[in-house]
């Protein structure tokens, strides 16, 4: 099979790709003929050297990825499951890019008959990722008000549809007059270019507080989302773009509105946790990819031999929504 092959510390352009041998199945797997993968940041982190692969899984990178089943292993045993040829998207801990991927059956979706293979491939990980902070690790109810940092982000905006399909306030930080009219246009009750403006300062003109707020960014965030949470409020952090380390937490502040601040990953979830969160996910929200209530935003789609220049845009933050790799 051709795979992208990187070296951990390339640059983008160095990405290339090479010829490996199709992988074998685990009995509790289906090997997936990949027609397309979606792209995080995740991917470029790895890339880079920074976050490797779990151990036991593929270091070739991608983390998502639609495609066809082709086999199936003969000791097979989950119930009602997939079928050769069935049409499915799903996670995998690494391997997505790549033309064939061993993947849990249990990790797997059937793509819903109103999406072809480039959109299905930019639900699993942005949609998993934000119905489980919204959802999973909180427990987000109507007319609640939340605040979504890097708002057009694959993320975002996921959970811009989830919240405002359960009737959230939802409030958004962007950079750039596209980024925050997409975030509107999917239901952003306000949009904040933090370029320009003080979240902390806006958020106060508009609501009360925040009962939720999702951040990938951490540094001077931390007591900014902290001035703008109502009392036992929770901050939940999912990546750190302003670097490892936050500024000086403000304890007085975050005893005072009795604040949960918590932190949550995908990738490195038990293989349980990920069956559960995708039987959840596909039992209350599915079908609405076929109503059109729910819908993955696509950015761009990139062939395989590309997929550096797509690298670059995501490192760059030129991104507004999610960005697709098809063989």
Known sequence: MQYIKHQNG???????????????????????????????RADTLQRQGKYPAPVGESEILGLEASGTVVQIHPQQTT????????????????GGYAEYVAVNTEHLMLIPTALNMTKAAGIAECFLTAYQVLFIENDLQPNQHILIHAGASGVGLAAIQLAKRI??????????????????????????????????????KYWQ???????????????????????????????MLA??????LDMALMLGKRATIKAS??????DHYKAHLIQQFTKDCLVDFDSGQLFPNIDSEYPASDIGKAHQRIENNQTMGKLIGCW
């Open 209 to 239: 507080g925040c009962d939720l707020v999702v951040d990938f960014v951490g540094g001077d965030y931390l007591n900014r989302n902290l001035k703008v949470l109502n009392r036992d409020g929770k901050v939940v952090y999912l990546a």
């Open 265 to 270: 990953t995908l990738r490195n979830r038990s």
């Open 79 to 94: 119930e009602g499951h997939f079928k050769l040829d069935d049409k499915v998207f799903g996670l995998v801990a690494g």
């Open 167 to 204: 009737g959230c306030s939802v409030a958004v930080t962007a950079s750039g007059q596209a980024k925050l009219d997409l975030c509107t246009k999917l239901g952003a009750d306000l949009a904040i270019n933090y370029q320009t403006q003080n979240f902390a300062v806006e958020i106060p």
């Open 10 to 40: 390339c640059a983008p352009d160095a990405l290339e790709i090479q010829q490996g041998k199709i992988p074998e199945l685990a009995p509790n797997q289906v090997l997936l003929k990949v027609a397309c993968f979606g792209l995080n």
């Open 243 to 248: 670097g490892r380390y936050a500024d000086q």
